[in-house]
């Protein structure tokens, strides 16, 4: 008999939650039967060659530019640029490098201020920023400390009207004047970050031991801390709280941390109108140098200890970093109160190491594949240089690079990413390479044929153990197609399943990717072969290499930094070079990261698709196939009940849907928590949109528009994420390996913002449409005003009237002999989904005799669901599932 619970089928919905659940093996086997997936078996692979680990080579700085410089103690590079380099001179002056690149590069004076800087010490002229928009502006800002009645001062200038390689002295522009009575820790760094404000480093005003007493106060001076402000006074934002110091230049962001305290360290403040609410961080001795990681916007900061211990941080929002309570992980003075809750260091050292801790970079740059997203840092004492990783309990993990003492700041090369150093002793500017020293470790191969991937490159047919497998969406690769292997040498490992996120693969797991590209667009079988790219599994996670094809038949090891080529592309308007990129082994790291599990598109809805595997066997969905071969330590979710990207021209697929695939395939690898973006919405797929920060979401920037969204409804102009779609540039998306616009991914985009989004409505603004009071308990997601037995929220999934009962959604269920047939509407963007259980009470699972496909509809339809019941007595139930 079949027993059907409706009002359970619509209540039993949990806020727009996914259902998804996982079936045992021996379940699905009883349902498809063995013979079926005997196509695929698993063989061990014994003739790949490549080593855990790629070889290592040792470090050295090589001196740049020719010539020294005048205490150089900061570099900097206007936003965009990527062929000059601006020295900060403690003197005073700023020098502009130019032609970088050039043996003999052009070397003029930027801007002389010595006149209003007191060299002395550790004071001087001491930061640099250029303004994001200074391509249009002319925007600098200098940070430095004056003679006669000593200044700590923030100052804007302007580049000359008439010559980009000058600075105007006289367009000074005064935004902070702060009085100071010790001519040391006076910090000084400046930075823009990705939210576009400027953040300002300052010490505790000197002598030892905070014996001004500024490093635990917010409604004194400018001291001890982090500023962040708003140099462009953007709309919404506040006037700064009186203060001798400051101006009315600026203003503060009204989401600061200590906008409106009243209290600080538990104890109440007798006059909140006195906090300096440009505070984004305090308890700093002497940050004297901070940057932000480019990938994921995190701020990295070394503080300059007393005594004993030198500390590096991320600066979080609010965070106190202890002193002068603590100094790092020490307890330095005083008994702190019941309130003071520090943030602790990333990393602290003592004595033994060094005694002044110089802040240094992230590595992003594409030539030193190991230190790729590690802090690299080091003592002005002792000359340590150091790169760190942090463990999983976030706390650093040092390895010394090299020795070289006098470094007092790191900057970078802007045409790669080059980590350079700033020895203010002898003035000279270095570069971080590679030494001459052989590397050691076992050599990569040299060649494809090396590798022992492919028994015949010409047909690319893989070695035994080496399996072939197939995506839903592919990531755009300028126009190239793609073919795909994996391997799992030891059959005696297996990868952890996951319905929508990543799996856990083993170490030793490799992965193959081979691109090639149409050079006749009038001709489909004009293909050139152009690389071959490998994704190596180890403990430390995962390196890349690639192999550029020379001919038809062989290719060779790209170097590490990468390399491109021009490709001749022939159309019917003529002949154009297609430039291609082969990423360099850093590069491959920015993609393939821990967050998105490493290999991209690996993974159940990428992968929720059938797969023929030759031998004239039938087509099997590569779930089931990749399960019965043995390569899952836990059984996988069947296909019906697991979700499946869709491309963009899938005319079956709602709008919205088509969208969450592309998103899911082209960014979620760094758009995710944890993930490397800056940007803060969420493009997994199992990400419900309504909570993924995509429909005119709020930006880290919004480039000074309140205007601007990540999409915004009927504004593709507005719609930042779809105005670096496409174009390319700085700001491009995907960041890395293109150099052409998806204009296909592009239209798709631009078709929803213009053409869905205005008709979407979320659960509140369904709310706000359908009572006149959307905060009245009538139209909470559980009540069910109009007494039809669909809650509110049902009613929102199913596109019905909350106040008809006539209008409710309809399930029914008829039987015929041993056939069971459920019926339901299944509304426009929504997937219906059936499950079933033996009593009641449950368990309820989805039921995996159907085909319905779990992906939205484009349009409102029927959907009709024939079921052979497997017990006696049998309960379905039907859900309706959102984007």
Not at 202 to 210: C, R, S
Not at 602 to 610: I, L, S, V, Y
Request: proline fraction near 8%.
């Amino acid at each position: 008999m079949c027993g059907f619970d409706n009002s359970l089928a619509r209540d039993d919905f949990l806020a727009m939650k996914r259902v998804v659940v996982l079936w045992g093996r021996i379940f699905l086997l009883a349902i498809l039967g063995i013979s079926a997936f005997a196509q695929l078996t698993r063989v061990a692979n014994t003739t790949l060659q490549f080593p855990a680990n790629p070889p290592q080579r040792g470090y050295a700085l090589q001196q740049i530019f020719g010539r020294a410089f005048t205490a150089p103690v900061a570099l900097a590079t206007p936003p965009g640029e990527t062929n000059r380099i601006f020295v900060v001179e403690k003197v005073g002056t700023i020098t502009i490098v130019s032609n970088i690149a050039s043996a003999t590069p052009a070397i003029s004076t930027f801007l002389d201020i010595r006149t209003r800087v007191l060299n002395d010490g550790e004071q001087g002229l001491l930061g640099l920023a250029f303004h994001p928009n200074f391509a249009q502006n002319g925007y600098f800002f200098v940070f430095y400390t004056t003679p006669g009645t000593r200044y700590d001062r923030l100052a804007r200038y302007q580049v000359s009207a008439t010559n980009p390689n000058i600075g105007d002295p006289a367009s000074e522009l005064i935004l902070i004047n702060q009085p100071d009575e010790a001519v040391n820790h006076n910090a000084g760094d400046l930075h823009f970050g990705p939210d576009g404000y400027l953040y300002v480093s300052l010490g505790d005003e000197g002598n030892g031991g905070d014996s001004f007493q500024n490093s635990q106060r917010i409604n004194k001076d400018f001291f001890s801390g982090v500023l962040r402000i708003d140099v462009d006074k953007r709309p919404g934002n506040l006037a700064p709280n009186p203060h001798p110091a400051s101006s009315a230049n600026y203003s503060v962001p009204a989401d600061n941390p200590f906008v409106g305290a009243t209290s600080f360290n538990g104890i109440t403040l007798p006059d909140p109108t006195k906090v300096h609410t440009e505070f984004w961080a305090v308890g700093l001795r002497n940050p004297w140098r901070f940057s932000f990681d480019p990938a994921t916007g995190e701020l990295w900061l070394a503080d300059v200890g007393q005594d004993t211990r030198e500390e590096v941080d991320i600066i979080v929002k609010g965070g106190n970093y202890g002193w002068n309570y603590r100094e790092g992980t020490f307890p330095y003075t005083g008994t702190p109160p019941a309130g003071f809750k520090p943030t602790e260091p990333v990393y602290d050292y003592g004595r033994t190491d060094g005694f002044s801790v110089t802040g240094g970079r992230v590595y992003r740059g594409s030539k030193i594949s190991a230190l790729y997203g590690s802090y690299v840092f080091a003592d002005y004492g002792s000359g340590n240089v150091w790169s760190m990783r942090t463990n999983s309990a976030g706390k650093g993990v040092v390895t010394k690079l090299l020795t070289d003492s006098g470094i007092a700041a790191f900057g970078v090369d802007p045409s790669n990413g080059d980590l350079l150093v700033c020895d203010v002793a002898d003035g000279w500017i270095r570069r971080l390479t590679y030494s001459v020293t052989a590397p050691t470790g076992p050599a990569i191969p040299a060649t494809l044929a090396d590798t022992g991937a492919f028994s015949d490159p010409r047909t690319l047919s893989p070695f035994p153990g080496i399996v072939p497998y197939e995506i839903n969406v592919p990531f755009w690769s300028d126009g190239a197609t793609k073919q795909r292997w994996f391997s799992i040498p030891n059959v005696n490992s297996g990868m952890g399943f996951d319905p929508t996120n990543t799996w856990l693969t083993p170490t030793g797991t490799v992965w193959i990717k081979h691109f090639e590209i149409n050079t006749n667009l009038s001709d489909p079988t004009a293909v050139r072969r152009l690389e071959t790219r490998f994704l190596v599994r180890n403990t430390n996670g995962v390196y890349g290499v690639t192999y550029r094809w020379t001919n038809a038949t062989s290719a060779v090891l790209v170097p590490e930094e990468g390399m491109d080529e021009p490709i001749a592309i022939s159309s019917a308007a003529g002949v154009s070079a297609q430039v291609w990129h082969y990423p360099s082994r850093a590069e491959c790291l920015t993609c393939h990261n821990s967050a998105a599990g490493f290999a991209l598109g690996f993974n159940a809805p990428q992968m929720n698709r059938d797969m023929y595997y030759g031998f004239g066997t039938p087509t099997t969905n590569q779930l089931l196939a990749l399960a019965h071969a043995g390569y899952f330590t836990n059984g996988p979710v069947a296909p019906q009940a697991s979700l499946a990207l869709r491309t963009a021209d899938d005319a079956e697929t709602s709008l919205e849907w088509r969208v969450r695939s592309y998103l899911a395939a082209n960014c979620a690898q760094c758009h995710r928590p944890g993930g490397l973006a800056i940007a803060n919405f969420d493009a997994r797929i199992g990400t419900p949109t309504d909570f993924a920060n995509l429909l005119n979401g709020a930006l880290v920037d919004n480039l000074g528009d309140p205007a601007n969204k990540t999409l915004a409804t009927s504004s593709p102009e507005h719609s930042i994420m779809l105005q670096r779609m496409s174009t390319r540039g700085p700001k491009q998306m995907p960041p890395i390996a293109s150099n052409i616009p998806d204009q296909a991914g592009a239209n798709l985009l631009r078709d929803f913002v213009v053409n869905a989004m205005p008709s979407r409505l979320s659960f509140a603004q369904w709310q706000s449409a359908n009572f006149a009071d959307p905060s009245s308990p009538q139209a909470a997601p559980g009540a069910d005003p109009d007494s039809d037995g669909a809650s509110n929220l049902l009613e929102y999934l199913a596109t019905t009237d909350p106040l008809d009962p006539s209008a409710a959604w309809k399930i029914s269920a008829s039987a015929t002999g041993a056939l069971i047939k459920i019926e339901a509407v299944n509304p426009p963007n929504r997937a219906v989904i059936v499950e079933a259980a033996d009593s009641l009470a449950g368990p309820w699972t989805q039921d995996l005799q159907n085909n319905n496909p779990t992906f939205p509809a484009v349009l409102k339809r029927a959907t009709v669901f024939d079921l052979q019941p497997s017990s006696a007595t049998r309960y379905y139930r039907a859900r309706i599932m959102a984007p």
